[in-house]
């Protein structure tokens, strides 16, 4: 049994598919679900934290069904969902005491102790008493991460957990993740920022207008791309290239190749340069990177720049 | 009812956190109490008297169709979410806010009270101030619920806030509140006796003079079953997608 279980998993609001058929299988890992604004994450997970009714397929946390055994699913798992919500008005402690209750703690000095433990764990025990009002975005983020562990979960839920964090922030997010995963959690994680799945998730699936397109360990997923060549340049293309080597895009006087072997198709690819009388100011090579990998899935011009989620989510009437 | 607590006590906290929140809903109805008692003095100590059951029961009425937003605000800001992920019973986040509702009313009441008695109300008897504040309990009930319906049911803060101003006045001065019925013009008396806020105001008149209102207060067991079933199934529909 996997911690984690969908088969063919479907969402449909107003006549759309917004999750298409997906099947999952995720366990004791950090696995990262990416893809645009609107491509059917936070449905994905709204319906594994039963919030949200499948229109059709089944799926299961910890063995128990999301909807026959919903109640059970809850008991097993957190929720952090994408739009910060900790209680201005109450203090560090309180915020963490209230799910301390709510998850059924009730004797006193267990409680104490558990969120104790988790607002250390956290760094938050010094700011502990001061209204919630006064954190940082940083410390908002790891107060709802505290409430989420302050009853041991099997499974952790976590929707964009570092959108509009700092840098600073982000990496401590992610460590903690990193390290809760250590303990045998299994965390199942949303994001659309590739550098930091890349970095810290253990496998990712990628998800465009519901329908999962890819998933494998970045690595994995990073080895059938080619290499990346970057040339700044004021000439054009060189009439000739060199084998293997195949122009992607060019634009600010940056001409972007993709070749099998980067670093043996350098050379040849200056040389065509210097044959046509070009002049190259600068050259690198890289290895394909996960937003290589996303890019090629999602095609350009799929992100949107106005996160449309989060303002419907703040208009939606109902 | 463990998590019911926790949730009524969640609110309680923040409300008590913020001072405006606390006095804003109480300046009407001192409004009211002070006008008749002190700055007209000359008339009857039996109207004051007359009027302080209608001041209490709007004190409630004001304070439930305030707190009618609050669970609509939860969901709006993303508390909710986080709250129906919890193992709690889903009903336990209605019931505690339907508790915290009526008893931030009563405690309004309780300051309206004492007023009361400040501006020269007569003082009654412990058994017919637990009458009174009973019969206020069971209508802040009914007007929570009611109040949680409506705004779950329109969504946003501002068309709410439009409903409330809209009902508030026209419940009260439709109602036993400042005429009895004897005094009332016909069309006044039917509305007045449709109107559950008269069938509360009665009730406490009743209870004030000493006897225990019986079908008032059956009325008001019923109407606030009913309106509290009607709100579950209003929360379950606003919750589940
Ligand atoms: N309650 C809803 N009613 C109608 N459409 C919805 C609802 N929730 C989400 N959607 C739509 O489903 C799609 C996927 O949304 P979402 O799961 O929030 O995506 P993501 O989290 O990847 O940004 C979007 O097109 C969104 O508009
Ligand atoms: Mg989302």
């Known amino acids: 049994m996997n911690t984690i279980e969908a088969d063919g998993l479907t969402k449909v609001y107003e006549g759309i598919a917004v999750v298409d058929d997906l099947n999952l299988r995720v366990s004791g890992e950090i696995y990262g679900l990416l893809g645009p604004n609107g491509s059917g994450k936070t449905t994905t997970v709204n319906m594994l934290t039963t919030l949200v009714h499948p229109t059709s397929g089944t799926a299961s946390v910890c063995g128990y069904d999301v909807m026959r055994e919903s109640a059970a699913v809850r008991r097993s798992m957190s929720y952090v969902p994408q739009d910060m919500a900790v209680d201005i008005r109450l203090t560090g402690w309180e915020n963490v005491e209230l799910f301390a209750k709510l998850y059924g703690i009730k004797d006193k000095a267990e409680r104490r102790e558990r969120i104790e433990y988790v607002l250390d764990i956290m760094n938050l025990t010094e700011r502990a008493g001061d209204m919630t009002k006064k954190y940082s975005g940083g410390m908002r983020r790891r107060l709802e991460l505290a409430q989420a562990l302050v009853h041991q979960p099997n499974v952790l839920f976590l929707d964009e957990p570092t959108v509009g964090l700092d840098v600073t922030s982000r990496r401590s997010i992610w460590e903690y993740i990193t390290k809760l995963r250590g303990t045998g959690m299994t965390i199942f994680v949303t994001t659309h920022q590739m550098d930091e799945a890349e970095r810290y998730c253990d496998r990712v699936g990628i998800i465009k207008k519901g329908v999962l397109l890819n998933e494998g360990t970045p690595a994995e997923l990073t080895s059938d791309l080619d290499d990346v060549i970057i040339i700044r340049t004021d000439s054009d293309l060189p009439r000739s290239l060199p084998d293997g080597v195949i122009p992607v895009k060019s634009e600010d006087g940056e001409t972007v190749f993709s070749a099998k072997d980067g670093s043996g198709s350098l050379d040849p690819l200056l040389d065509a340069y210097r044959a046509d009388g070009g002049k190259v100011f600068s050259s690198s090579v890289r290895g394909p990177t996960l937003e290589d990998v996303y890019m090629q899935a999602i095609g350009p011009g799929e992100e949107a720049p106005f996160d449309e989620d989060r303002f419907r989510n703040m208009m939606r009437r109902r | ?241």
């Open chain 2, 1 to 241: 009812m463990y998590g019911v607590l926790a949730y009524a006590q969640r609110d309680l906290t923040r409300w008590l956190r913020s001072p405006m929140n606390v006095i804003s809903t109480l300046v009407m109805p001192a409004a009211w109490l002070i006008f008749m008692g002190v700055v007209l003095p000359g008339t009857d100590k039996g109207y004051l008297d007359f009027i302080t059951p209608g001041v209490l029961v709007m004190t409630m009425l004001n304070a439930g169709l305030f707190g009618g937003s609050s669970l609509m605000f939860d969901k709006v800001l993303g508390y909710l979410n986080k709250f129906l992920a919890a193992p709690t019973p889903r009903e336990s986040i209605l019931a505690g806010k339907i508790i915290f509702i009526t008893v931030r009313g009563l405690l309004q009441a309780l300051v309206i009270q004492i007023i009361a008695i400040l501006v020269g109300a007569t003082v009654l008897s412990f058994w017919a101030y637990l009458a009174t504040f009973a019969i206020l309990a069971l209508f802040g009930v009914f007007v929570a619920s009611f109040g949680t319906t409506i705004a779950l049911y329109l969504g946003n803060h501002d068309s709410y806030a439009a409903a409330q101003s809209f009902l508030s006045m026209p419940l009260y001065l439709a109602s036993t509140a400042m005429l009895r019925y004897d005094q009332m013009p016909a069309a006044l008396y039917y509305i007045a006796k449709a109107n559950p806020l008269s069938y509360a105001i009665d009730a406490a008149r009743t209870a004030s003079a000493g006897t225990f209102p019986v079908p008032e207060v059956l009325v008001l067991i019923l109407i606030s079953v009913i309106m509290a079933l009607l709100c579950t199934r209003m929360f379950r529909r606003a919750t589940i997608s």
